[in-house]
């Protein structure tokens, strides 16, 4: 790659995130930050940043207690001549969490940043600050683009497990020095309670951090905002989001298992049977740990557009709030389908809106694979493809109708990223193979998860005519971290061919597939 004008993260951090880390916790199995006898605000939870943009960005934190949310920003680590934003008051409303964005920053330059919680009767007491640092988008094209996607953390029982060290795929990943990392959701496991020990079938035993919000599924406010905190125990994601900004979306594992809008359970975990009901909390309690420009407008909408320059715009989609339900998916008309038609009318306006060379899509459920959804006996299905290689049926009338939008406005450059089935592969879409062929060829890159049971890989639906190029799976329903079969993307925009490269690699950062993208075709 061609960008890197300036210090690269991992020189400039060596300082600030030696002090950053000293100010978080190493916490007790199943203990919460305490900061009781400190008599001043402190952010044991860590800091992040998220929707990044070429002058902006939203920096998010936690304070133990009422505090008001100081940001300062320098283009040095030393914060001479710091700049100060005044954000909101953190209370018990908010779980005592917070955003404030950043506004005018300066093009394509790295920005350092610090945080301070002043207590809300005194400002001049505060707690010791706690430090980051992100890039901004650049607006010359020379300077390319890197960043890495994966989903699904904390899931099938598993989860932050010290004796291996925790989440280890952040350090992987932060070592590539990404612009931003984009989670294609299950950012939790709401539905998965933890356990302190699991017994491995090799004779091991796992080791997992508990906490009483763990131990049960997810149905309070209070315990949704718990299972979000949870993740945050673990010291490789707070030193990642302390360097690294995120792009967020969410699907299922983040209220439960495969819902949709109007389901009511059968699971006897739950006393709530409403899904709508645990939705709402659990959407709140989302919009309070990650810093999502969408969340705070009055629509408080998932799905939004990202320009990173020039060279790239990440489509976020929401496949599951406007999802209509989940059934055998072999109707013969359905204009609601998975993504609802006005956020489908949305995706075509801006993708025809769209001047930049990649328009990644960032879909929360992969097109070709078939997920089911067994769980009430029946044969439902969870995604888009339902096993027909025929002509479209159910869901898939509306992603054929996009498909055939992006062939005849002539769009150029999209490419599909997912997570969702806890492996990594590679899929084609060809309409020389596929049974509906009004579109334009295009890659679909799927990886994860991030922390979770890894799974067979699904079978491939011939509608839209994929080709499974390359895919690592266990033979094995849910196998443990330990036993491997954790993955993210990587994907590479090279500065001066523009041209896309993309990497599946392992939890040690290790290449498993590589695929390079030539820029200007439609489709892609």
């Known amino acids: 790659m061609t960008h890197r004008p300036f210090p690269g993260r991992r020189s400039v951090l ?22 009781a006898l400190s008599g001043r605000p402190r952010a044991g939870w860590g800091v992040q940043t998220g929707d990044v943009t070429s002058d902006s960005g939203l920096v998010w ?9 100081v940001v300062e920003t320098s283009a040095t680590e030393s914060f001479r001549n710091a700049r100060r934003w005044h954000g909101p008051l953190l209370g018990a409303d908010t779980d005592f969490a917070g955003t404030t964005r950043l506004r005018g920053l300066p093009v394509g330059e790295q920005i350092h940043y610090r945080v301070l919680l002043a207590d809300p009767d005194d400002p001049r007491r505060t707690g010791e600050p ?3 640092t992100f890039r901004t988008a650049s607006d010359r094209r020379r300077d390319g683009v890197r960043f890495v996607w994966s989903g699904d953390l904390a899931g099938q029982g598993w989860g932050i497990n010290p004796e291996l060290g925790g989440y280890r795929i952040y350090e992987a990943m932060g070592a590539l020095d990404p612009d931003f990392f984009l989670c294609s959701g299950d950012n939790i496991y709401a539905d998965g309670p933890l356990t302190e020990t699991v017994a491995l079938p090799d004779g091991r035993t796992w080791r997992n951090i ?18 979000f905190r949870y993740n945050l125990l673990d010291e490789n994601l707070r030193r990642f989001n302390a360097r690294v900004p995120s792009i967020i979306q969410w699907d299922d594992h983040e209220v439960t298992n495969n819902w949709f809008p109007g389901e009511i359970l059968a699971d006897t975990r739950y006393t709530e ?70 956020q489908l009318e949305w995706l075509k306006r801006e993708l ?9 899509i960032a879909s929360d459920m992969p097109l070709g694979l078939v997920v089911p959804d067994t769980g009430d006996g029946k044969p439902n299905i969870e995604a888009v493809a339902q096993g027909d290689p ?23 450059g999209t490419v599909w990223l997912t997570a969702d089935v806890h492996y990594t592969s590679a899929q084609h879409y060809d309409p020389s193979r596929a049974a509906f062929k009004d579109f334009a060829p295009f890659w679909e890159f799927v990886s994860g998860p991030l922390n979770a049971g890894a799974f067979p890989a699904n079978a491939l639906d011939g509608t839209f005519g994929p080709d499974r190029v390359f895919v690592k799976a266990p033979t094995t329903a849910n196998v443990s971290p330990a036993g491997g079969y954790q993955f993210f993307g990587e994907v590479d925009i090279d500065g ?29």
């Open 14 to 35: 060596r300082g600030s995130l030696a002090a950053s880390a000293a100010l978080t916790l190493s916490p007790a199995v199943g203990a919460a930050p305490a900061f």
């Open 61 to 69: 934190v936690r304070s133990d207690r009422p505090a008001r949310m």
């Open 130 to 132: 706690v430090t980051g």
């Open 210 to 227: 508990t906490t009483e919000e763990k131990s049960k599924v997810a149905e309070t406010l209070a315990e949704f905002r718990g299972n």
């Open 273 to 342: 049977k409403n899904v709508d009901v645990l939705a709402a909390r659990a959407r709140q309690a989302f919009s309070e740990y990650f810093p999502i420009s969408t969340l705070r407008r009055p629509d408080g909408r998932v799905h939004r557009v990202q320009h990173h320059g020039p060279l790239l715009d990440v489509f976020v989609l929401d496949m599951r709030t406007y999802r209509n339900a989940n059934s055998p998916d072999n109707q013969t008309t359905d204009p609601q389908g998975i993504l609802g038609r006005e």
């Open 352 to 360: 025809a809106r769209s001047r930049a060379v990649w328009k990644v």
């Open 390 to 412: 025929g002509a479209p049926l159910g869901r898939e009338l509306q992603i054929a109708e996009l498909l055939r939008f992006v062939k005849h406005r002539r769009i150029t």
């Open 496 to 524: 001066n061919s523009a041209e896309m490269t993309v990497r599946l690699r392992e939890q040690d950062g290790t290449v498993l597939f590589t695929q390079a993208l030539q820029p200007g075709r439609v489709g892609q």
